[in-house]
Every structure is written in C-alpha cells, then in structure tokens.
C-alpha cells in the first residue's frame, strides 16, 4: 500500500511565479493571456510527479491582507496596497480586489479556480484568513506526511521532521526548489525551525511590511535565540539587573516592545481552522471531475500540452 502524503501548494505564488516566468505570448485562439494558467499546470504536473502524493489542496487567499493583521501591525503588506513594484513584492503578490496586480494576471484567476475544479482538485479557503493559514491548519493536522510548496519563509515556521513536514522552497524556481526541513533551517540561520516566529519577528521582513527590531539583523537574533531560547527567554534575560545581556540591544529591544507584543501574532500562521473539508476531499481523483468542461476549457483557453501533462501526472494517462 503506497504511504499516503499530502501535498500543499501555496496557489498565489505558484501562479504568480508563473504569470512573470512564463512568456506572454501563450495566449488563448482569441488572444487572451494564459501564461499564468498554463505555467500553474505545468507546475502541478512537476511537483506531482517528483513527489506522488496521494493527498493535495490547493490552498487560497480568501483574505491576503486580515484586517486582524493589519490593527496589529499597520504596516503589514501596506506597500503592496500602495502599488509597490519591486520584484519581492511582484513574486509574493495575489489578485485579490485591493493589491496591486497586473489586469493579464488577474483576467486569469477565474480561468484558474474554472481548470481546478474540472479537474476536481480542492481548492481550499477561509473568509479572514491568508494562504498561509490555511497551509498552517492542513500542515499542523494532516495525519500523513506533508510537503508544502510556496516562496514565503514564513512557512519555514512549519517545518518538523518528527511529523514530518517538510517546506519545497520554490524561491529560485519550481524546477531548483529547495527542500527545507530541520537540518536545512539550521545551516541556514542557526535556529532550530521551532524557533522560526520569534527569528523572523527580531529580524522583520520587508516583503511583508513587517519592520522587525531596529538594529537587530539575522546574526543577532540567531544568537539571543541560541542563548535564550524564545523571545519570551531573551525579553526576560535583558529585563533582570543583573543581565547579561548587552545594553545596546536592551535598548533596541526596549525601543521595540509594542512591536514586540503583538508581531508573533502576526507572524504566526493559524493551526486551527474549521476548513469544512476532511481528509478524503483532498484526495487525488482517479480521473477528472469534469472530463467535457476541462476538455472544452483545453480547447477554449488553448492549454495544449500543459492540459496533457497535467492529465498525465494526476491520472496517470499518456
């Protein structure tokens, strides 16, 4: 019996990634772009191949900016609102009405959610919640093994090898993804995935708006986490009279203690949503939900051979 695995894929970043790797010349027989579709399915049949999971959502941004998230930190994904152009922002970016995305691009979503559901793979969102949380719930829970794709560091929160949950880090491409588990993390940062919040909390991300601590970079926060273990250990170590640690970054931390309240939970993806799916919706098909929509979608929207390879990766058809 083939052990069953779960395969999570972060849905905006692989389409987005596709919409700015793919060429735009892909286009349906009336002209439309549909390099974003046809990158997305070439995708899926790469990542089902090399991986033959048993199990797959594709997980969605009902909410890509939480206003939960935003009363916290009004900073979080504020740029993206403003129409930030740079590359961090292009490649993490989705289509919801409200962030700056490109109108080829967001022609297509429809053409993507109508190809998922002829091919009946679950796509899986929660009203309030981003991606990530969904990706957070299904990882946390799942009772088989789970890989989770995405280009968000995030999600390295989830990583755990006695799960196991492992991250397919697609930052350098689909095709050169990374596989990230513990052992990678701490070559990388010198933490342990564990301690993957408070890392990125200290040390911030600009990609998502997120300001960190002033004057505390990577090295830094590696090290007071080695020494102290959590925030909560390091907030309390620079608190005592005695402390050994430095006044430098006591003051640093001091000047960030609002921050410091309330950016884990920003950070820290939910695990314990009511998706309304069980196990047996995630499920792979054995053949197409919809055989005569997704053959007509094939032709209509001029998928060609991505249609092919990805009917060949999910059912095993030639």
Not at 31 to 54: C, W
Not at 63 to 74: A, F, N, S, Y
Not at 287 to 293: E, G, L, M, W
Request: net charge negative.
């Amino acid at each position: 019996m083939t052990a069953q695995r779960l395969l999570l894929l972060d849905t905006a970043s692989l389409y987005f990634r596709a919409f700015y790797g793919v060429p735009d010349s892909l286009r349906t027989p009336d002209g439309r772009p549909v390099n974003a579709v046809r990158g997305l399915l070439d995708f899926i049949a790469h990542l089902v191949t090399t991986y033959q999971p048993t199990h797959l959502a594709c997980c969605w941004d009902n909410d890509w900016r939480p206003e939960w998230r935003v009363e916290l930190i009004p900073s979080y994904k504020a740029h993206r609102v403003a129409g930030g152009g740079d590359t961090v922002v292009a490649e993490m970016a989705t289509t919801i009405p409200g962030e700056a995305a490109p109108d080829a691009l967001a022609a297509q979503v429809p053409m993507i959610l109508d190809v998922l559901a002829a091919l009946g793979l679950a796509v899986v969102g929660q009203d309030h919640y981003e991606a990530d949380d969904v990706i957070g719930t299904l990882a946390s829970t799942a009772p088989m093994a789970t890989d989770v794709v995405t280009g968000d560091r995030d999600l390295f929160q989830l990583v755990d090898d006695a799960k196991p949950v492992r991250i397919l880090y697609i930052a350098r491409g689909v095709g050169k993804h990374e596989v990230v588990d513990e052992a990678w993390i701490r070559a990388k940062y010198g933490i342990a995935a564990s301690a993957y919040v408070d890392y990125a909390t200290l040390r911030g991300d600009a990609s998502d708006g997120l300001p960190g601590v002033s004057g505390i970079g990577e090295k830094t926060a590696a090290s007071l986490l080695t020494s102290y273990g959590d925030l909560h250990g390091i907030l309390e170590a620079s608190s005592r009279k005695d402390s050994p640690v430095s006044g430098g970054v006591r003051s640093k931390l001091g000047a960030a203690i609002d921050y410091l309240a309330v950016a884990p939970t920003v950070v820290s993806v939910a695990r314990d949503l009511d998706l309304g799916v069980g196990w047996d919706d995630l499920a792979l098909p054995a053949a197409p939900a919809h055989p005569r929509t997704f053959a007509r979608l094939t032709e209509d929207l001029g998928l060609s051979g991505s249609a092919a390879r990805v009917l060949a990766a999910l059912f095993r058809e030639a």
